[in-house]
């Protein structure tokens, strides 16, 4: 009697937390956007929110029931836009998620980076140093991937996947202006306009100082480019020195609106 009195208490205790919780929040941005730095440490202190990584947990097998989303408590995300629409976090995340209908009376986050240090980064981290997963389907894709990546050099890479970061570019500017509540944060303001980041990105979540100071030592960039670390540098353009000048005016043309939408340099 004792036991389930005291697990009906439990019970009320949670249901009672959670209608007190503040709304759900949904993360989006793209790999090699710092996403491991939120995945890792920033989503999983927002106050008054519990970190629900459904992307990693997909990716590792951990997902055994059909991913659902609460109206209050929680933090998804990192939604990555990025995402190959033949994976399972594709179906299951990315696109449930990214409905204009879905979103519009939601809280979205959108963070953002340059699109030619994206490529730049997805190269190396993807073709050599990303950890492949424990399940068998998908560590198979990724040796595919990683496979064909090394066959190429990091300008074919880039005019290759090009059109698709493109593509979730334009996805964040839809989603953007049909959400009322939504911010689009930039990592290069993370990098060089702290104060103004910290701002922007506790605009609709509440977070400690003392996390926000962790975040800010954690994000800054490598004094030496690293090839084969996860995160080889995180400079702003870093993609200058990695890509030739004729791919980037081409990469510049491609993605004109984007660049000039986010005052990024051409």
């Given at each position: 009697m004792h036991l389930r009195i005291l697990c009906l208490e439990n019970y009320l205790s949670w249901l009672l937390s959670i209608r007190n919780s503040p709304e759900s929040t949904y993360f989006f941005t793209f790999h090699k956007c710092a996403s491991t730095l939120f995945s890792g440490y920033v989503?999983?202190?927002?106050?008054?929110?519990?970190?629900?990584?459904?992307?990693?947990?997909?990716?590792?097998?951990?997902?055994?029931?059909?991913?659902?989303?609460k109206k209050k408590g929680y933090m998804y995300g990192p939604i990555r836009l990025s995402t190959g629409p033949e994976s399972?976090?594709?179906?299951?995340?990315?696109?449930?998620?990214?409905?204009?209908?879905?979103?519009?009376?939601?809280?979205?986050?959108?963070?953002?980076?340059?699109?030619?240090?994206i490529l730049v980064s997805a190269y190396y981290s993807f073709g050599y140093s990303h950890p492949l997963s424990h399940?068998?389907?998908?560590?198979?894709?990724?040796?595919?991937?990683?496979?064909?990546?090394?066959?190429?050099?990091v300008d074919e890479f880039a005019m290759e996947y090009a059109p698709a970061i493109l593509n979730g570019?334009?996805?964040?500017?839809?989603?953007?202006?049909s959400c009322s509540r939504s911010i689009v944060l930039r990592y290069e303001d993370m990098i060089l306009d702290w104060d103004g980041f910290a701002t922007d990105l506790s605009k609709y979540?509440?977070?400690?100082?003392?996390?926000?100071?962790?975040?800010?030592?954690?994000?800054?960039?490598?004094?030496r480019e690293e090839i084969g670390a996860h995160r080889r540098s995180g400079k702003p353009e870093g993609f200058r020195s990695s890509l030739t000048p004729r791919?980037?005016?081409?990469?510049?043309?491609?993605?004109?609106?984007?660049?000039?939408?986010?005052?990024?340099?051409?």
């Open positions: 989503l999983k202190k927002i106050i008054g929110l519990r970190h629900a990584d459904f992307d990693l947990w997909i990716t590792h097998g951990k997902q055994s029931r059909p991913v659902m989303f399972q976090a594709y179906k299951d995340l990315v696109a449930p998620t990214t409905r204009v209908e879905f979103l519009k009376d939601k809280i979205a986050l959108f963070f953002l980076r340059d699109p030619r240090d399940v068998e389907a998908t560590r198979k894709y990724q040796e595919r991937q990683r496979s064909r990546i090394l066959g190429q050099s570019f334009e996805m964040v500017e839809t989603l953007h202006q979540i509440k977070i400690q100082r003392t996390v926000l100071n962790r975040i800010y030592k954690k994000s800054r960039p490598r004094n791919t980037v005016k081409c990469l510049n043309d491609t993605f004109k609106v984007v660049l000039d939408r986010y005052r990024y340099s051409p």
